[in-house]
């Protein structure tokens, strides 16, 4: 049985992202300040996934690796559309 994709659901699956200086995941970090889910106008099935978030510091080296993991873990939900991190 799949969840249901609600942005509990998101934030679960974002805690799989680990800050990999710190070595905490991103959500208990707050890193994650909203996540927003929309119907999807190009594929009515599935749901758009909308995620704002900041990094540790303004030049993160870990910048890129944290935003593509986050695509990643949000991409692999039963359901999601687009992600725009």
């Given at each position: 049985m799949s969840a249901v994709l609600?942005?509990?659901?998101v934030r679960e699956q974002l805690k799989q992202v680990i800050d990999p200086?710190?070595?905490v995941n991103i959500?208990?970090?707050?890193l994650i300040y909203v996540v927003d889910l929309e119907p999807s106008?190009?594929?009515p099935e599935?749901?758009?996934?909308?995620?704002?978030?900041?990094?540790?510091?303004?030049m993160c080296p870990?910048?890129?690796?944290?935003?593509a993991n986050s695509r990643?873990?949000?991409?692999a939900l039963e359901g999601v559309g687009t992600v725009d991190i």
């Open positions: 609600c942005e509990d659901t200086e710190l070595f959500v208990d970090l707050g106008a190009a594929e599935k749901t758009d996934v909308k995620v704002e978030m900041t990094l540790t510091s303004p870990a910048g890129p690796q944290l935003v990643q873990v949000i991409e």
